[in-house]
């Protein structure tokens, strides 16, 4: 009867009746009850709260889920979520109808939440029970089977038992056995085949409405009547530990509302076979949001109490936002210039959603400019907790946004190289078009020699040192570098600007200008770079830095260049040429990006004075100040530093275990998938790999502590912690790149032995390139598994919790003259880690810092579930390439 | 027969048919290969530089003979994964045996409670028995309380993540629309990447306070370490059971759908009995996770070593075998030391055991699926 979807102005169908709408409010009604018990479970809310307090709790659940309720609406109104299923909208109704009676319940009755609960359950009770009579005296059309099932009998019976066990159990002043046999058995025995004969005697409809309504009576009646109070309290004589009020009328409430959503959905659904499916059916979509429900729940929790003490002391230039800002801002551009497509969403709220990121991201960006223009600092203020003498002190702290112009040449260097990569990726090619000039070729030809040149003489600098210590080639050879990238950037704007024809005619016909000088200027200018890097001179005419400046002008020049074909692009309507100019707009984009990412690289290569521009300062120092990721402990200090020891030493680990286990695992998959012999010996070393995998890490740490440890220099150590991770890591490459590899298409296989192509060549071109999606992210994916494991490392590495220094893995190099000629005295030594500074303070008890704790915490999961994301998101996008193609 | 033996172990390093002049350079890798692993286990300290010799004679045969070289650095890695998996396997039962020599039996003593042998499982009429289970001092090692507290853990936690993990099984291959699935499963990937460290703080912090609140306890016990454990063996069961469900064919619920079932009785009475030892290999392999889990149940249950009584009290707590590992070895004495590498090898048999029969399970599941399409 009321299976037909509901057109979509009506609320619901008109063929629902005030049945259907009971049952609706029934299920809305277990959904608040199992919403409360768990805030009640979890302290949210006290149960002792009576009058205004009680008022307020149920005044806010009602406020919060109207405006859920209302956006939904909203959106399901402007066709954005269509929301057609009229038990998802009797269920949003029922739960309006729902907490407005609750609300004005907790208004009219002077009662406490534990009784308002029981009150709740026994109304349950009634609905369900009054449901299973109406349908069972046929004064509503439904379609019961004869029976409700052996399996909710079951069910029903060990509810039963158990539920009567522990009430003959706990019922005072009664023997506590008859000839022999304990009473609370005979309890359990009559309750469970009571319950059970009553699920499956009656039809349907009673059997599976009323065994649930006498559970909810019996849980309602003893809440309600304070049998089981706020204050009460069992602590049976054997157990450690004991049950409160607190805790038990929390669980019934949950188990209550359970029973009730299952029972009231049969009910809504007509019972029968269409019943049972939708009341299973609640019941698994409850569980799965459940689950993940705890996943958010965990890390928000996480979020909340580390990000305190890991952003105490955080201030940033606004410039230096603004650069930060800047990959995600032209990411969001791109977002909203996104086409359409052809999704079924309402035109205009597509055209919302899109521009929204943007406009988020583009505020902020205002907001810093506005910063630096009034030159005001933002701040936010608040406290922190840090233990002195194992007691919790507070600290004043705030989070800025100063309106400093200095950048750091990290922050440039990173952003920069993002978008040079991003454009270079849009960019096609302009190899082909427009007119070739005979000096412009020769200059092409000319470059890589170039390039090469100086890429020699860079090593020569490496090797023996600068030559010829008296005259200054270092200075000349960057100075005329520079000058030369400075011709070529600008080469392409003059015919741009003059010539005849139009803007586009002229754009179109200087494309290899536009080519060689922006693409061609920044390669020189790399090497360039790369050769003041080595000549560890800073070149200087005067007050200028010839490079600084050179780069500065190539990338206004770039810009310059992009803008004319910009417009140059919005006059033609030619569609190749269309594209040609768009093609140049990247380009002009990517040069102008690749130089401002020299200009950082300029700075870090000389790093002896700040890059000044102006009111625009890039230095090796820049305007960041975080002191909980960039300091080390301050033992004794008025602040606490920061936990950059164990940042870093969890980084060289994870870069240690991968270059050992990733290479090794790929080999021996390729090995095993393509030239091995498929049989008994690739079976049994996919199940030991496998079985490996599930070893317990504890397992992996008592090896390495073992072996590893005294063959390497017998103290804990970074080396051997990294080895003990790449055992673990070890099956997991072989396992996900040994899929990835099998799941090609043995079609590719042929087509390429078809084409007489050997087997080698096969494999690096078809099957590796194919399989490469799969390898990579099941890499990633272990890779931040690993990053975040705590066992092994607490036998390998020890667990540091105030580490003040860093590990210096890269200067730890030496040369020695005896075997085996290359050390690292970091590698041998013990470092702090992320995961082992949280095992720390858990066993420093009370010396250990909670709130540094969390921050940790905090911080290993923004590490792990990074490498999680990047593994996922990689996932999606093959998954729909490939999809697509 | 020399020359056949050389001919097999040519064909072993080379493939099938060489190019000219492969054998010379490859077996220049071979050789400075091995040599390496001479040095390893001879004079370490010359082992590096034979190891650049090495790649650089790969570095040459790469560019003369790629394929050839290609292929025999892809079998060198097998050889050394192998040689991995098998060396951690065989030194760790060479490390425990110590323990199993000076001990025997004495590792399984049952602790006297009130004058008699504790009741465990009818177990305590063959099991030494003694007052003192566990006192490094004297050197009295049992590993019966750090087993109890496994298996009570490991239940509690089974009890939660079977019923809870199959449903969201079900959930993900068989309720979900597309898109809700694409949220629901990396969320659930999502649950089983946050490191069990942070799991252990949040337990140690807020749930053992909790429990101290509402359940009357004194702190750590195994219901809080068995529900964190639960909900981190969840992920685990999800996806295995949801391979195993998608892996049960088409044509059998499209043949319950013709039928005129509705889909949870297609799901109920077809595609959950088909899939049914997968879903018990889900369910194994998310118990052997839940025996491994180290560092939540460490920092929930803390460093005591005692028995459970009675038995089944969950609101007591003892280290279990993979805690106790974690709590004794920086400190242990050497005997200590070898009795918890019994531990590590309990662990090891159990866990890869586990693994093992549940890979079993889903081979046989395979052939049997692939034969009904």
Redesign the interface.
Known sequence: MSEGYARENELVSVESNVYDRAMDVGIALSIVTFVVGMLT?A?AVPLGATGTELINFFGLLLAATAGGVGIVAVFSYANVVPVTSQRVRGVAFGLLVGLVGLTVAAVALPVSLATMLGLILLVEAGLLAAGGVASRLELVDTDPSRTAGLLAGLAFGVIGAITGAVIVGSLPGVPSAVVGVPLWLLGAVALGVGFGALTIGPREDLGSTLPPALILGVFGATIATAAIGVGW?W?PE???????G??IIPLFVLFGSLLTSWSAAKCRADFG??G??YG??F???L??F???A???A??T??TVKGVSWAFHGFTIGALSLLVVLTPPLVLTIQYARAPAGTDEWHTAARQFFRVIPLAAVGSLATLLLGIFVTGTTFEVPYQYAILVDRSTVMLDTAVSVTPSLQVGNLLVIVSGALLFTYFLRRYGSLRDVGTEYEQLSSVRQGLPAAIGLLGLLSLVYIGIGPVLDGLPIGIGVATLGAVAVAALALAPLGPLVTGEGSLADRAHRNSQLLNVGLLGGVALLTAVVVFEWTAVSNPRLGPVAPVGVVAVIAALASTCAAGLASRARRATDDTLRHRILGDQVTLGLAAAAGYLTLIGLHVAATSEVPFVLGPIEIGIQGSLSWPAVLQGAIPLGEAPGGIYPAIVGTIWIVIGASLFAV??????A???T???EQGRFTEV?E?????????????????G???LIP?LGDNLSLLAAQLTLS?ML??LV?ITSREAIKSVPDEYRDASAALGV????T??SVVIPAAMPGVVTGVI?GV??I?????PL??VL?SEINATNAIDVLGGFAFTT?????TNDALLTSSAAL?TQ??A??TAGVSGS?SK??AT?FM??VV??S??AVG?TAR?YFRRKINYE | MLSAVTADVQEAIL?EDPTEGALRTVGLSVLLLVGTILCVLV???????VLAAFVAASAYGWTTH??EM??L??????V???L??TF?TV??FL?AAPAFAAHGLDLLTIPIVNGEPQWFLWLDFLLPAADSIWNPRAGVYSLVPLIWATIIVTTIAGLIAGP?GV??A???SE??SDRLR???K??????A??????????G???LNG??Q??????GA?Y?IAGLVVG?MA?PTV?SVAEDALASVPNSMSDGAAAMG?????T??SISVPAASSGISAAII?GL??A?????AV??ILGAVVQPT??LF????ASSTL?SA??HN??SASAST?DV??VA?VL??VI??G???VS?YIERRISEQMQGQQ
Do not use: C, H
């Open positions: 479970f302290d309290q602590a054997n157990l450690s530990g004991g049950f409160t607190g805790s076979a269409r049972r499916q299973a059916f019941v698994i979509n569980n799965a459940l689950m993940v705890v996943m958010v965990i890390v929790y996480v290479p090794l695992g790929l080999g021996a390729v090995f095993l393509e030239y091995a070393v199940t030991a790999t496998n079985a490996l995998w599930s070893t317990p890490s504890i397992v992996f740490g008592l090896f502590a073992a072996f063959r055992f070890l099956p072989v050997d087997k080698w060549k494999i690096r994916l931040g598994r990053a975040g494991e705590t066992a607490i036998l020890g005896s075997p085996p000629f290359v995961p949280v095992w303070i858990i909670a704790g969390w915490a290993l999961l792990v579930l490498f999680y996922i999606t | 493939g004079a370490p300290g010359f082992a590096l530089p790629q394929a290609a292929r650095l892809t079998l060198v890695a097998t050394l994964t192998v991995t998996v951690i030194y760790l490390s809870l449903m969201g079900l959930f993900i309720v979900a694409e949220i629901i990396p969320g659930i990937e999502i649950l990447g946050i490191p069990s460290i942070v799991f252990g703080f949040i140690f912090i807020v909790f429990i609140k509402s359940f009357l306890d004194d016990s219901l909900v969840l999800v079932a509705t889909r949870w009785q799901m109920k392999l052997g996770r025996i491994g889990e180290t560092m460490a920092a009584v009675p009290d969950m609101f007591d993979t590992i974690a070895y920086g030391v918890l590498f590590g662990l090891f866990v890869a586990m693994s093992v890979q």
